[in-house]
Each structure stands twice: as C-alpha cells, then as structure tokens.
C-alpha cells in the first residue's frame, strides 16, 4: 500500500501516537486519562483528521472480537462465584514441601489457569492467596508474585482466550482453537519450566529460609483446635451437655418470641437435670413428691390444700416440656434447610464447571468462538436463576471499549501507509524461518503489532504463531509490559493486612533475562 499525502500521514502520526502514549503510560503527567479514554481519544481524532470516515470507523469494530471478550469474562465472573479459584488457591499450599516446591506449583497453576480462564482474572483471584501463605511461612513475596505475572503470561499465549491479544490474532488469522493450542503448547510448557529455573536460580538463597517447623505445626493444630470448638448447631439438642452459664447465655440470644417466664422455665429444667444428673435433689424433685402426697391424700377422701405457687409449678413444667419440644423441632428444620442449601450450591458449582467444560470442549471441536463463549454465558445466567446485574457488572466494559477505539486508531494508522511500508522495509531481514531479526522486531513493537493484528493474511499459520507467542511473552520484560503485571502489583500493594509493594526495578532485574531466554526457546518449539 502507498503512502498517503504528508498532511493524512502526518495527522495519522499524531493521533497513533497519543494513542500509544497512553495505553502503555495511562497515568502520563500532561494527560492522565488513562487507557481506555486515551483509546477513544486517538479513534476520534483519526476521525477528526479525516484519515479514516465514521463509516469506515464503524466497519473496522470487531464484533466477534468483543462477544469472544464478553463471553469469556461473563464465564469467568460465575467460575469465581463457584469458587473455582479458592479451590486453585488452597492447591497451591496443600501438602507443600517448602518454598521451592511452592514457587513450582505457582508457575504450573497460574499457566494453566490463565490458559483457560483469561491471565488478568487468574492474576486478581490468586495475588492474595499467594500473599497470605507467604505470610504464613515467613517469606518475602517477591519471588512468589514474580512467578504468579510472568507464569501468567506464559501460560496465557497457549490459547485464543488467554489473553486480548490472542483473541485478535486468532480471528484475524481464522486459525482454529485446536490448531493455536497445538502449535503453542510445547512452546507454552517449556517456557513454564525454564521460568521456573530462573526463578529458582535468582531467588535460591531466599527460599532456602525456612519458618520453624514446630511453629509451623503449632499454628495449625491452633487452627484445628478453633475450627473443633466452633459451635455447631448439632449439639444444641444435647441440653446436659452444655454447661448452665453456657445454656442461659443461648437462649438469651435467640431470636424467636418467647417470653421471659419461658427462658427461666428453660433455665430451672436445665438445673433440674443437673441436678438430677449429680445426685442432688432439686426443689422439682422435692414438688413432685408433695405433689404425689397431696394425691393420696385426695383418694383417701382428704381435700388437697395446694397453694397458688404449686399450681404455678405443675403449669410451669408443662410449659417447660412444650418449649423445649419447640426448640428442638425448630433446630431440627434448620439443620434440615442448611442440608438442601448445601446440596443446592455444590449442584450449582457442579454444573458451572460442566458447562465451562463443555464450552472448552466446543471450542476445541472447531465451534465458532464468539458464539460459544456468549452461549456458554447466557447458560449460566439462566441456570443461577437470579438478578444477572452484579455478575454483568463485574464485567470488564473498559476493556471492551478500549478494543472499539483501538480497533479504529489502527485502521486509521493503516490508512496513512505507514505499515506497509515499514513491513517492506523489513521483510528480506524478517524471514518466518527463525531468523534472529524477526525475533527481535516482535520484541521491540510486538506487543502493538498484536493488538493490531498487522500480519499480512497471505503469512504462514507459523508466523501468526510466532506473533502470539512473542508479543505475550514480551510482556514479562517490565512491569508496564503487560495488564496482568499490573494486576498483580496493584493487588498486592491494596491488600488488606499483606500489603507488598512490587517495584519496577525488582521486576525489570527477573523480567529482562527470563524474557529473552524464553522467548528464545519457544521460538524452537513452535509449529
């Protein structure tokens, strides 16, 4: 394509470049609008410039791009809410064998997971469970929260919807589900590893740090001890197993309407049976036995002389037997409900996991993507039976926005000619063969390049391959390489309790060699 006249080229220039600005430094002193704004911002002046017409502005917004985003976000919301992640987070620390098999097992889940369910919502849901079993050994976070980042945008490049960029790459390049997770994850599974090897490398003396077994082992028999002494419901029908003190300070909270000559029935009943229970005598017992004697008494033709209080009495344990024939049903319908909530929810959670499995399983047969990820969301919507507003707040809309407006930023870019003719420049250095140069390039601009999808569609499926791949991983070079870098650092830095600040310079120290030898050895693995 040619270049166009020098006002568009120049103009074209401007724009882009306000655009790219802001969507690697959101926060920028002279305009601190952020990302998604600074997106809208370079779309309206590609239009404003009149490098690009709004029709032609709405033509180049991908819909199947955005519904894939949309879907998978949706699925990813109700996953959190069938506690999908709680369960990968008490993964991690089961049966741990120390902090280096820790830092293993953070790299092989937060691949994994990103994999499946999207690096950025791998990296909010497990930054704070890595943060607390640090925490709790004694460890520093900063190899643990390195792992977590760059293990995620590893894991991330396997698949179409692990990350935006994939997402743009795979339907711009109509390369199927299956066929992107072949070709990426031998690459994706090495790259895991020597990730690993790096971490353990530059952080060995740290890990080598050990908490104190026995501590250790006190504070969890601490924990097994207060989770064996909380109350339980069960126990409420035992009264003489619970001590006077104990029993009158229950009743006193319950909430049902029952009047204060009630709770002190219950209460003399409850001393009764202690008493009884220590072979003490009671005043009941020493009642019941007047009692019988007034009886006889009447048989024998002797009118009983009962007094106003012994009359009180014979009622009051009446009343007594009858509350106490209440409680009981009442726990007992209680425990019963509790059962059915809890049968209810682990079908629910069973279910939310059959059908990301089975949209999992869609994707792989070939299955159009978008609609598949949206149909997958809106079983689930139906299936929670419920308001649908909180989980489609908690949907990402920014993002959805920021791809509108860089979807025409791009297309207007296109227009001035300048991509091709830099692609031009390039090419007799940039063969698909595996040469030096081309790695390189992807890594210097990659990551726009994806976003953009600026592959000629004549190019290999190798090389589409190789975009993902590279402009993915080019994300752990610095912390402002990539959404989920940030993620991680901001959670970390707002948790409550745990808060680890990341900085630039401890993350650029890890990220500049673990990028460039991974890179390097996936780019020998891909197909």
Not at 1 to 15: D, N, Q, R
Not at 161 to 185: D, Y
Not at 223 to 230: A, G, N, P, Y
Request: contains cysteine; proline residues 4%; neutral net charge.
């Amino acid at each position: 394509m040619a270049l166009a006249s020098v006002p568009k080229v120049i103009l074209g220039l401007i724009a882009f470049a306000i655009f790219w600005v802001l969507a690697v430094f959101p926060a920028v002193p002279f305009l601190p609008i952020g990302r998604t704004a600074g997106s809208l911002l370079g779309a309206v002046l590609m239009v404003l410039f009149r490098v690009i017409t709004p029709e032609e502005a709405y033509d180049t917004i991908d819909l199947q791009i955005l519904g894939l985003l949309f879907g998978t976000m949706v699925v990813s919301v109700y996953l959190e809410r069938a506690d999908m992640f709680k369960y990968l987070g008490k993964l991690l620390s089961w049966k741990s064998r120390g902090a280096k098999d820790l830092i293993c097992r953070i790299c092989l889940i937060s691949a994994l997971s990103s994999a499946l369910f999207t690096n950025d919502t791998s990296c909010v849901v497990l930054t704070e469970f890595i943060l607390k079993i640090a925490k709790q050994h004694s460890l520093p976070p900063t190899p643990f929260l390195l792992a977590l980042a760059s293990s995620a945008n590893i894991g991330s490049s396997a698949t179409p919807i692990g990350n935006p960029q994939n997402l743009v790459i795979a339907v711009q390049s109509k390369i199927s589900f299956g066929n992107f997770l072949i070709g990426i994850l031998p690459a994706m599974l090495a790259g895991v590893v020597v990730n690993a090897i790096i971490l353990l490398t530059m952080y060995w003396r740290l890990l080598s740090i050990h908490k104190d077994e026995e501590d250790v082992a006190a504070e969890i028999v601490a924990k097994e001890e207060l989770d064996s002494h909380r109350f339980s419901p069960a126990t409420m029908s035992h009264l003489t197993s619970l001590n006077s003190q104990e029993w009158n300070s229950h009743l006193e909270s319950i909430n049902i309407q029952i009047s204060p000559n009630h709770v002190q029935i219950l209460r003399n009943r409850t001393s009764t049976n202690e008493s009884e229970i220590h072979g003490v005598p009671s005043s009941s017992t020493f009642d019941s036995g007047r009692n019988s004697n007034v009886s006889l008494e009447g048989i024998n033709g002797v009118l009983p002389s009962m007094t106003r209080e012994e009359t009180s009495s014979s009622n009051t344990n009446s009343e007594a037997v009858d509350t106490q024939r209440d409680a009981n049903v009442m726990h007992s319908s209680e425990r019963k409900n509790n059962l059915i909530i809890k049968w209810k929810r682990i079908l629910w959670k069973s279910s939310v996991y059959t059908i990301t499995l089975g949209m999992l399983v869609a994707l792989l047969l070939g299955l159009n993507m978008s609609w598949t990820a949206i149909t997958a969301a809106l079983v689930l919507v139906v299936l929670d039976f419920k308001d649908a507003r909180p989980c489609l707040e908690k949907v990402s809309y920014s993002l959805l926005i920021f791809f509108c407006g860089m979807f025409i930023t791009v297309d207007g870019l296109n227009k001035t000619g300048i991509p091709s003719a830099l692609w031009d420049l390039m090419e007799p250095y940039c063969q698909v063969t595996g040469s030096i140069q081309f790695t390189i390039f992807l890594l210097l601009g990659g990551r726009i390049a994806a976003s953009a999808a600026e592959i000629s569609k004549a190019e290999e499926k190798k090389a589409w391959l190789i975009l993902a791949w590279v402009s993915t991983v080019a994300g752990n070079f610095s912390l402002l390489g990539s959404a989920a870098n940030l993620i991680v650092c901001e959670q970390a830095r707002r948790a409550p309790n745990l808060a680890y600040t990341l900085t630039f310079w401890t993350h650029l120290k890890f990220g500049l060699p673990s990028t460039l030898i991974v890179t390097a050895v996936g780019l020998t693995l891909i197909r």
